[in-house]
């Protein structure tokens, strides 16, 4: 498991690097604990589950010839709620359950202020530095509008998966899903258009 904790740089060099697909955890890949029409990351080994379509998204994103990444803030670690040796279990389990490259956890508090946590798009420039990834031929798939926001910020499409608990319904995303599957019929698109999209969401600064 790849664990970081920032250290990000904007990386402002045109990258030859390959295309990575980013996956939030929480929503997206692991079926959160919904309360009071909120979502939550599970804080027990044993409740840990990922959603019936993850495994096979996850495949066909590699297909395309992708790195698979997950990028998730595990703030309950930073808060004292669960034990980080049991969040890092869990993304073993999730390992062993989906077939990711790697994961990067961000553990701090939103008091913190680590350049991490997102909305900051810390992991993700992190993953692109140590796996040569292509930000800018890239793509975030989350469930909440900080996902939305660390993709765009880190020069990725960014795609949000409407589970229909969160009300934030399109926060400003390429692509708007109702389900992994659907997100990553986008990306397939995408991919096959050549990383052309005429909706695409004008962005500066990357
Ligand atoms: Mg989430
Ligand atoms: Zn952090």
Redesign the pocket.
């Known amino acids: 498991m790849v664990i970081t904790?920032?250290g990000a740089r904007l990386v402002g060099k045109k990258s030859t690097g390959r295309a990575a697909v980013f996956f939030d955890r929480d929503g997206v890949l692991a079926i959160p604990e919904i309360r009071d029409g909120g979502s939550f990351a599970v804080r027990r080994l044993e409740d840990f589950a990922v959603y019936a379509d993850a495994e096979e998204s996850v495949r066909r994103v590699k297909a395309l010839g992708a790195i698979a990444v997950v990028v998730t803030?595990q703030p309950d670690v930073?808060n004292g709620l669960v034990g980080r040796a049991i969040v890092e279990d869990m993304h073993q389990r999730l390992r062993h359950m989906v077939p990711v490259d790697a994961v990067y956890a961000?553990?701090?508090t939103r008091a913190?202020n680590?350049?991490?946590?997102k909305p900051?798009p810390?992991?993700l420039l992190a993953a692109s530095n140590d796996l040569g990834i292509d930000l800018s031929r890239s793509v975030m798939v989350g469930d909440r509008a900080t996902d939305v926001a660390a993709g765009h910020e880190a020069g990725c499409r960014s795609i949000l998966i409407a589970r229909g608990y969160y009300d934030e319904y399109s926060a400003g995303a390429d692509w708007v899903a109702a389900n992994l599957t659907e997100a990553v019929d986008h990306i397939c698109a995408y991919f096959a258009a050549g990383y052309r999209d005429d909706n695409h969401i004008e962005r500066s600064g990357s």
């Open positions: 904790n920032g803030n930073g961000c553990y701090h913190d680590c350049g991490c946590r900051k810390g992991m």
